[in-house]
Every structure is written in C-alpha cells, then in structure tokens.
C-alpha cells in the first residue's frame, strides 16, 4: 500500500516588497540580495494577517467534504506560535470544519517541524489505512529592521493532505535523521527576534546535508542518478544549492547540469516570498513539480529537511501517474499576481505595528480567515 501526499497547496501574504529596493534603501549593492542570497521579493503581512490566517487560506482549496470526514488528525508545524498553551492547530481544526473526533496539535523544532508531522501522519496512515491526515506548515520569519537577517524575511504557509493512495506522490521508506545539539538559530522566550549565529548556521546546514546524505548512501544504497531532483529547505535560495554543489565534485558536467537545472526550478517560488521556516522545503517541493517539464512518473525526489538547534532529515518519495492533474498551478499563480506591493516605508511602518494583544480591537482585512477581533487577548478570524 502506498501512503503520500494525496494534495498539497501554498498561501502567502497579500504584500511583498521589491529586493532591489529594499538594497538600495539599505546601502547595499542589489546584486547582494539577487545573486548573492537568490532573494528577488520578500512576502509581508500585516498584523491581521497571522499563522493561522496563512494555514487556514492553504488548506481550503485541497480540502473537500469527503477529506473533512476522513481526516482524524491535524498537525501544525510552526516556529511562530501565537499561544505558548493552545495549539493553532484546535483553532484551524474549527475554521476548517473537519469533524470533531481528530486529534490536533503543534509541533516545534525550527524549519524541521513539517517533516516530523509528515513522518507522523505516515505512519498513522499506514495504521489507518481509511483516515486522512493534515498537515500544516506555517509561519512568520522576521529578523528585525536593518538586521543582517532582513533580507531572508518571509510568511507564509504550505497544507498537505497525507493519505493511503495518493495522487501526487508516495513515500518511499529510506529515512536518515540526524539530531545535533548545537545553537546556530534560536530564540528564547521572550524575544521578539531570534538569535543567529550566521556563520554557524550555514556550516551547520552543509554539514549535516554532507552527513544525512552520505549515511544515505551507506544505508539504502541509491546512486545520485537515481534522483530526478533533490529539493532542499531554503532559507535563501542560494544556500541549498550551496549544500547541493558540496556532493558534486566526482560527478559529470552532464549530471550537475540536470541537478541545478531541477533546484533552480524548485526555487522559482521562494525567490517572490522568502523564507517560509516549516514550510520552506516543500513551497520548494511545489515549485519544482509545478514548474518543471522534465519529470515523470516514478521519478524519485530526494527531500532535505534541515531545522536549526538542530535536526535534519533525508528521505524521498515518487511521483505518481497523473500527479500534474492535481497540482494548482493557475491558483499559485493569481495568488502572486494579486499581490500588493509596498514601497519601502509602507513595509517598515507596516513592520513596526504590530498586534497588541492587551487591548480590545477591530480589524477590516478582507483577506479570508483573518483577524476580525481582539477580545480578552482571544483572536476573531473571518470565517
């Protein structure tokens, strides 16, 4: 029996900001932010707009009536909770409509989080053949004004519906973990922004893809030809490329060609919206299988999950016939389109306001599923 993602979608905020201006704002060469990290646009949103907003907006259109009654599990995988008690996961479970008796929770390690929710839904599935399992990753990098990190900020969340049969992709059982107890990214309760150690973090991330995929290939024995494309997470677009040129030094001209031409296909997305945290790996994940022309049914897709502090993960699933028919393409696409651009003032005022959770307010964002209203700190969403 096979077990995978049967639907998967994409919501990011209805604002974005320019690189090339946010660089010269910033006194810094544009070719800095366009070559150097890969960053074109950075997805912004506005205090009415938060992780459950961006959940809620990616679920909707991949679930159908069917999927609701089936589903008795939800997990959210975030770093940007809005609760250190209730899980966002309760509320989305109300917003969506899935039937009462699932069970529904939160799962925090960084940029990591979505790929042990999607291990977990697995193997409930494989359990529970009839049931259906959500999975949700979503939420706000920020760094600060002016910060070094500023220009990898990003929102945004990725759903994916796991279930026995599924249309669009199947897990296949290789996985290598990999847990290291090191502080490269984290940010302690109470603050507002996390604390990075940039040079560390990105050693730390080449490090652990070199060690996730060389135990790979001790364990499970796959040759490098026998991917199609390898996707990573992607806090910058430039750093997994970075990871995946360290494996290549004995392979053919021809092989590293059709390996960057799939990652630069995977990065079409991140390159307008940013760092995603959880749901950066599989936004990549979508780009690459709505934009490129050259896979296939069968094709196997390595998947790199990598969250700071730290915990990675290498494992991979195959494309399943007739997969381009369920994907939504058109829809990821007018969800670019429609979006807002801010000049660099507007993204710095709109930076600075944010929720204040002590007083009683009204919000008027039309965007689906946002906040409505502040009462006694509990938020109203638009249903």
Partial sequence: MNVGIDKLSFFVPSYYIEMTELANARAVDPAKFHIGIGQD????????????????NAAQHILSSEDLAQIDMMI??????????????????????????????????????????LQFAKDHVLLHPDKKVLVIATDIAKYGLESGG?????????????????QILAFEDDNVMLTQDIYDFWRPVGHDFPLVDGALSNETYIQSFQKVWAENIKKNHI??????????????????KKALTSILTDVSEEEKDRLFARYEESTIYSRKTGNMYTGSLYLGLISLLENSQSLQANDRIGLFS??????????SMRLIKGYQEHLLKKLHET????????????YEAMFSDQLDTSITNEFHDQTPYSITKLVNTIRQYKE
Wanted: aromatic share 10%; hydrophobic share 40%.
């Fill in 41 to 56: 646009q950075m997805a912004i949103n506005p205090k009415s707009q938060d992780i459950i907003t961006f959940a809620a």
């Fill in 76 to 117: 959210v995988a975030t770093e940007s909770g809005i609760d250190e008690s209730k899980a966002s996961a309760v509320v989305l479970h109300r917003l969506l409509g899935i039937q009462p008796f699932a069970r529904s929770f939160e799962i925090k390690e960084a940029c990591y989080g979505a790929t042990a929710g």
């Fill in 150 to 166: 500023e220009p990898t900020q990003g929102a945004g969340a990725v759903a994916m519906l796991v279930s026995a049969d599924p």
């Fill in 223 to 240: 040759p490098l030809s026998d991917y199609a494309a390898l996707t990573f997470h992607i806090p910058y677009t430039k750093m997994g």
């Fill in 306 to 315: 990598y969250g700071s502090g730290s915990v990675a993960e290498f494992f």
């Fill in 335 to 346: 969800q670019f389109k429609k979006r807002s651009k801010l000049s660099i003032e507007q």
